[in-house]
């Protein structure tokens, strides 16, 4: 006969099971930081994971053996926690995730299955558990407090009244007019590229009405869906929309219903793509010469991918048979052997003075001996040259000798240009050379012109001025934005003709548009060399705007995140393991360096918007690091890592996108740099080897809107939501405006509104420009990344974009052009 006291209810049973796995899984997380902590202060950095791992290890061995001390072990790292994450990262919201979250859950599963933890008890003892359901509830309501708290502090929204009196002089910050306020007849909106629409029947009062109003599916879908980032934005002419789709087939559409009026294919191939089939648009001419009735009296020319200038007829969309040959001009004369995707243009051309101007992508990191980076000038109704501007060559204004070719592998114009057709000057964004980071093997020419803007004389295509924002370049901090114009003050207090350029890393300067001077401060700053190949090369300063710049304060280990405690220890490791000393840190090829803002940082080619009656300047930028290391060449060659033209057969050229020459745009990417004596492997957005999350805490991008008469911040908003963003790549759905990376840019209305696609949560949205506030959004069929525009057809204002998607941005493949206006 038994006679052994009964046990108490938590010795046996599904409670005492669930109190043994999670000893287990509290056991492994404790080892897990225990082991990386320690790993983490033989690199000199924080002490905490491997004193709390330690503490949960203890936790998990005592509920394990249901000793209810397990519960006060578990208690006190969560109060040294706390202490520790506020010490940290202060109120912080997005930084208290990875700190309190974890341990806050620990803490409530040890509370749940506290009535286990009573061991060896005599049955007529009381039950004992000095830390149940309704303490541990105290525990998880401070830190949702203090969540709440931080998410206030962190997110600020300062309103703003706008002034809507002209500027000095009687003049707003605009003064090309060569657009009816109806239209959006250049790329940038009118010829100032300010990307501003005057129409005001759209407000932040009645854009909730807002409702389709048409979709259009140019038709050009892909046949490899991770090569198509289309990035259209098309004109608006008259009634009609003209737009170029990702392969360049031209299509003119009623800007009031969608129906298409006509289109024309040059027949691009899929070998032609580069990193990815774009478009980003076309421009339109209107020949005084011709008469009214004449074929191609206003005629579309766009650049192609496989280097074609293309010219049809705006009403027709027949090729213009007067120019070049049949309608088209080959754009490889003179450029060297033909390697499909290594030259490539996707911007529109600019045309000043009759003349159409364009230069082309060169694809990054291929080969020292690569493509010229050659500006041309074409005549727009013949499509003659009418000069050359090769920047290592510039007298040689006619072009190379027969069997020659322009200057190899110098700085490209991939961007889209602007120009001031009263001073017959056309500003070309200027990239870096092929080789973006190893600069040793650079001419003086290329040292001279890499990353700046330069102003070219339209009519001979001579230099007038350059301004160069970054000296031996070698971030790929090349100049992606299109510049705008405007009026702005010089130094004794007068407005002059002004041009305005964002950059990669974040500055943004203000010139004096007939001499390049700058209109606001310009600084210099020490730049580091610490761990360069090529210290001896690299320039002991930098330039830095000093009226706005976009970059924020250098990253610490402390700002390394994930959504655990472990993603981030493991990037805290690799920060520790990296070279680090701001934003100018120099390649090495010893260890990994951190690149903070990454090359898709600042002001990508979506550019800026400026309202020049509110006199605000619009930005959405990102914030997120890169990661990357140079390998040397021995290694580099054992990797088999091979440049474009080593693989010409039609289905290695298909898989380039996703082959050791490297990927582009997004995740890790590796380039050959033939003919330097290192390659790169460049992690964009610097994701965590486990989740899949950025190392760098949200926001990753953001929207923000300055005062163009002080340079100063008026508001800053985080851009997109979580809804399609998770751990390990696993939509969330939650509407937090987390703030992600973006590309493409915003149109700013005479209503106070701005509109944006950009970010990768697929969302369209209006924002009141007062404010920064989201006050209308609809969810789209595929990425925005596209610049929207807005025009007005039959009294009615629209606003549209190309809902299109973008392949290195993951945001899905479309072919839908949407356009929206009010409900009647």
């Not at 006679?3 to 209810?9: A, C, G, H, K, L």
């Not at 509920?63 to 519960?71: D, E, F, G, L, V």
């Not at 400026?610 to 990102?622: E, H, M, S």
């Not at 082959?659 to 995740?667: Q, R």
């Amino acid at each position: 006969m038994n006679t052994s006291p009964p046990r108490s209810n938590g010795q046996r049973g599904p409670l005492a099971l669930c109190c043994r796995i999670l000893a287990v899984l509290i056991v492994l997380f404790g080892l897990t930081l225990l082991i990386g902590g320690i790993w983490l202060i033989a690199l000199g950095g924080s002490w905490y994971y491997s004193i709390v791992g330690l503490a949960l290890v203890l936790t998990g061995a005592l509920t394990w053996r249901r000793k209810p001390a397990a519960i006060g072990v578990v208690a006190l790292s969560w109060l040294a926690t706390l202490v520790w994450a506020l010490w940290e990262v202060g109120l912080n919201a997005w930084g208290l995730v990875p700190r309190l979250v974890a341990i806050t859950v620990i803490l409530v599963l040890v509370a749940l299955v506290s009535p286990a933890l009573t061991n060896r008890r005599p049955s007529n003892a009381p039950a004992r558990s000095p830390l149940r359901l309704k303490p541990a509830a105290g525990f998880v309501a401070v830190a949702c407090a203090i969540f709440l708290i931080g998410g206030l502090v962190t997110h600020t929204r300062h309103d703003y009244t706008p002034s809507a009196a002209p500027a000095e002089g009687g003049k707003t910050l605009a003064d090309q007019t060569s657009r009816t306020p109806s239209d959006w007849s250049f790329y940038g909106g009118d010829a100032n590229a300010q990307r501003y629409s005057p129409l005001d029947q759209i407000t932040p009062q009645n854009v909730d009405k807002l409702q389709r109003a048409f979709v259009f599916h140019t038709g050009d879908l892909p046949e490899v869906a991770a090569r198509y980032s289309p990035e259209g934005t098309p004109l608006k002419i008259g009634n009609d929309l003209l737009m170029c789709s990702a392969k360049n087939i031209l299509i003119s559409v009623n800007a009031a219903n969608g129906s298409e009026n006509w289109r024309y294919d040059p027949k691009v191939s899929n070998q032609a793509i580069p990193h990815a089939a774009a478009c980003r648009g076309v421009s339109v001419y209107t020949a005084p010469a011709l008469a009214a009735d004449a074929q191609c009296k206003t005629r579309v020319i766009e650049a192609t991918l496989d280097a074609r200038l293309i010219a049809v007829d705006a009403s027709t969309g027949k090729p213009c048979e007067d120019f070049g040959s049949s309608g088209s001009v080959d754009l490889w004369e003179h450029i060297g052997k033909k390697v499909p995707g290594w030259y490539a243009v996707t911007a529109p051309p600019t045309i000043v003075r009759g003349v159409v101007v364009t230069g082309a992508q060169v694809r990054d990191g291929q080969d020292e001996d690569a493509p010229s980076g050659v500006i041309r000038g074409f005549d727009a109704v013949t499509g003659k040259l009418a000069w050359a501007w090769d920047l290592a060559n510039p007298d040689n204004t006619h072009g190379p000798a027969e069997g020659q070719t322009y200057t190899r592998g110098t700085p490209n114009m991939w961007a889209a240009g602007v120009a001031d057709e009263k001073l017959g000057y056309v500003y070309l964004p200027l990239g870096n050379s092929s080789v973006d980071y190893f600069g040793s093997n650079r001419s003086e020419a290329e040292n001279k012109y890499a990353t700046s803007l330069v102003a070219l004389d339209a009519t001979t295509g001579k230099e007038v001025w350059h301004f160069q924002t970054i000296h031996h370049d070698v971030w790929d901090y090349d100049l992606g934005s299109q510049a705008s114009m405007l009026n702005f003050p010089n130094k004794q207090g007068q407005q002059v003709p002004a041009i305005l350029l964002p950059t990669k890393q974040g500055d943004i300067y203000i010139l004096d548009r007939a001499t390049g001077e700058p209109l606001t401060p310009v600084g210099e700053v020490k730049a580091p060399k610490g761990g360069s190949v090529e210290a001896q090369f690299l320039s002991d300063t930098q330039p830095t705007s000093e009226w706005h710049t976009l970059r924020k304060e250098p990253i610490t280990e402390a700002d390394m995140w994930g959504f655990s405690p472990i993603d981030q220890l493991m990037c805290r490791i690799q920060f520790r393991q990296a070279n680090y000393e701001g934003y100018l840190t120099p390649p090495s090829v010893d260890r990994p360096w951190i690149q903070y803002p990454g090359y898709n940082g600042g002001s990508d080619w979506g550019s800026v918007a400026i309202d020049p009656v509110r006199r605000l300047l619009i930005a959405n930028y990102n914030d997120i690091p890169n990661i990357n290391q140079l390998i040397p060449r021995a290694e580099a060659n054992e990797l088999g890592i091979q440049p474009i033209y080593a693989q010409l057969d039609a289905a290695s050229v298909q898989k380039t996108a996703g082959s050791k020459t490297g990927k582009g745009e997004g995740g890790a990417s590796v380039y050959p740099q033939v003919n330097a004596p290192y390659a790169i492997r460049v992690n964009s957005g610097w994701r965590n080897w486990g989740t899949g999350v950025p190392c760098s805490a949200p926001p990753y991008g953001s929207i923000r809107a300055i005062s163009m008469d002080t340079g100063k911040t008026v508001w800053d908003e985080p851009l997109g939501t979580a809804r399609r963003n998770g751990p390990f790549g696993i939509p969330s759905h939650m509407p937090f405006n987390i703030g992600l990376p973006n590309n493409g840019g915003t149109v700013v209305t005479g209503g106070g509104l701005i509109f944006v696609g950009a970010a990768t949560d697929n969302l369209f949205r209006a924002i009141d420009m007062k404010t920064g506030e989201v006050v209308w959004q609809d969810v789209l069929p595929a990425g925005g990344q596209s610049n929207p525009i807005s025009y007005e057809i039959n009294g009615e204002q629209y606003v549209l974009i190309g809902a299109t998607g973008h392949a290195f941005m993951e945001t899905g493949v479309s072919d839908q052009i949407i356009a929206y206006k009010l409900a009647k």
